[in-house]
């Protein structure tokens, strides 16, 4: 029958300025210790999954609200990986839902895809009018540098701003015109997405500075052929990045994150603790 496990996120600001994140729980997934590297207006969150991948059947459910004034920051402490299935689909599902004046940043280390997965992978942001969010999503299928590319095995990925902006993708690995064709993934196996998203439409002003900085990032990296910026509705501006390997996508996506925190929130780029582990 597989593990389902839930857990409901709630980020709240108390007076003065001070986030504060509850959380219920079932099954095997937990928040631990909230951390305030930035100050109190600021929370810093991991999610753990104990049992540390999804097998066949298996379903993580995240929900996460962030109140007016809160801002919070989700990360995890490694890949959520996907196994080989012998039939039965393994699913994680996350709802964000930032009401305005919020911020939530989701940052979640890599989805690693193993040879043989039957995954699916969901990530639905739900924006009242003047909240915001970053969030990125990095998909890494198989583990080329230990010889385990990812041979069979199928997964659906869909990334929403709901009633916005939708990307879905659905990779088998036996389709050789998407793996390795110039108008599919090119040979890389590592593909990531980051976007900045709002509930009403940015200002030009702003957006264009998202672009320009992003723009900017890329160009510099060494990923710049293999990466773009673009905004395809006035509330959404997406990075996406193909690489061999996670590290280098990883990478660019933390530049621009530091690169857009100060110029368009006004504060520093504060990387999570855990990512220094």
Known sequence: MGWHARL?????????????????????????????????AVCHNVL?????????????????????????VVTTPGATRFYRSEGQTATQCARLR???????????????????????????????????????????LGLPASGQPFVSGELLQHLALEGVWLERARIAA???????????????????????????DLDRERRELALTLAHDVIEAHPLRT??????????????RVLAPLVEPAMDLLKAVRAAWRPALWGRAPHPPRVWAL
């Open 98 to 140: 930032v009401a305005e004046g919020g911020r939530l940043e989701w940052l979640p280390m890599e989805a690693l895809y193993y040879s043989g997965c039957l995954a699916e992978n969901h990530l639905l942001l739900d924006l009242a009018a003047g909240a915001e969010a970053l969030a990125w999503d990095v998909t890494a």
């Open 174 to 200: 036996t389709d050789t015109r998407l793996m390795d064709g110039p108008l599919g993934l090119a040979g890389q196996r590592c593909m990531a997405t980051l976007c900045l998203a709002a509930g009403q």
């Open 226 to 239: 293999q990466a773009g910026v673009t905004s395809p509705h006035a509330q959404v501006v997406v990075v």
């Open 48 to 72: 753990v999954h104990p049992p540390s991948g999804l097998v066949a059947g298996d379903r993580l459910e995240i929900e996460v609200q962030v109140d007016p004034g809160a801002h919070g």
């Open 8 to 40: 409901a996120l709630h980020y709240e600001c108390q007076p003065p300025a001070r986030t504060v994140a509850r959380f219920r729980h079932e099954g095997p997934l937990r928040i631990l210790q909230s951390l305030y590297p930035e100050g109190e």
